[in-house]
């Protein structure tokens, strides 16, 4: 499965200690990230992580293409509510293109456990068949 990882800068080391805790499961699937968060998990995990540019560079933007062209099964999207971003609406633009081509997505911690610990069960194999 095609996993996208996007950290806001003060979710950063949330996410990479959430890929260090679950390394084991990340490393059987493909994982795309923007350019700084794909960077800080490739080095405390050493996962193969495929980069596109930084988020506020146009990296969220080809994040969406991919959602778009049904290539991203899995969105952990760890964003910051409280500091409001001049990329808001690329933002916003992700959000609303994984409700509209049915990709799970989790926005904190929380929610980022559940999907992983479900891919791990195999309850996301329906994504297989959907693409």
């Given at each position: 499965m095609n996993i996208g990882l996007i950290a806001h800068?003060?979710?950063?080391k949330l996410m990479q200690n959430f890929?260090?805790?679950?390394?084991?499961?990340?490393?059987?699937?493909n994982l795309y990230a923007t350019g700084t968060t794909g960077?800080?998990?490739?080095?405390?995990?050493?996962?193969?992580?495929?980069?596109?540019?930084a988020g506020h560079l146009?990296?969220?933007?080809?994040?969406?293409?991919?959602?778009e062209h049904n290539q991203i099964?899995?969105?952990i999207f760890l964003?910051?509510?409280?500091?409001?971003?001049?990329?808001?609406?690329?933002?916003?633009?992700?959000?609303?293109?994984?409700?509209?081509?049915?990709?799970?997505m989790a926005t904190n911690l929380a929610t980022a456990e559940m999907l992983i610990k479900s891919l791990e069960r195999g309850d996301l194999e329906w994504r297989?068949?959907?693409?």
């Open positions: 800068d003060a979710k950063k890929c260090i805790a679950y390394r084991g499961i990340l490393c059987k699937h960077r800080l998990v490739e080095e405390v995990t050493n996962l193969n992580v495929h980069k596109f540019l146009g990296g969220e933007q080809q994040m969406g293409a991919q959602i099964d899995l969105m964003r910051d509510p409280l500091k409001p971003k001049s990329h808001e609406l690329d933002m916003a633009n992700t959000v609303q293109l994984c409700d509209m081509h049915s990709i799970p297989e068949m959907y693409r």
